[in-house]
Nanobody, 120 residues
Framework: VQLQASGGGLVQPGGSLRLSCTAS????????MGWYRQAPGKQRELVAR???????HYGDSVKGRFTISRDNAKNTVDLQMNALKPEDTAVYYC???????????????WGQGTQVTVSS
């Protein structure tokens, strides 16, 4: 199983970016997908996550600004980020809980990370 993230970049404060992540490989079931971020010198933190049923949870610092969505048929998860602030600058990581095949345990997978920089 691989997670491939895309969509990071440089944006001015108040701007928007959309991150996308696709899970590929042997996937029997794809349960929770989400996004985490890690800024320099800080611990990795949850940004948002979404279940296969569409239930969402957001980190306090992004509520009302970020929206997570997913396409279960395509095994993708997107993060729409609006009203970006300099403190949103970080490497963003895609994450997913996936059962690779029937009879196997659920594993947790990470993408390679994509840089988001918010600066004027």
């Amino acid at each position: 199983v691989q997670l491939q993230a895309s969509g990071g970049g440089l944006v001015q404060p108040g701007g928007s970016l959309r991150l996308s992540c696709t899970a590929s490989g042997s996937i029997f079931s794809n349960n929770v997908m989400g996004w985490y971020r890690q800024a320099p010198g800080k611990q990795r933190e949850l940004v948002a996550r979404i279940t296969s049923g569409g239930s969402t949870h957001y980190g306090d610092s992004v509520k009302g600004r970020f929206t997570i969505s997913r396409d279960n048929a395509k095994n993708t998860v997107d993060l729409q980020m609006n009203a970006l602030k300099p403190e949103d600058t970080a490497v963003y990581y895609c994450n997913a809980d996936i059962v690779p095949a029937p009879g196997l345990y659920e594993n947790n997978y990470w993408g390679q990370g994509t840089q988001v920089t918010v600066s004027s």
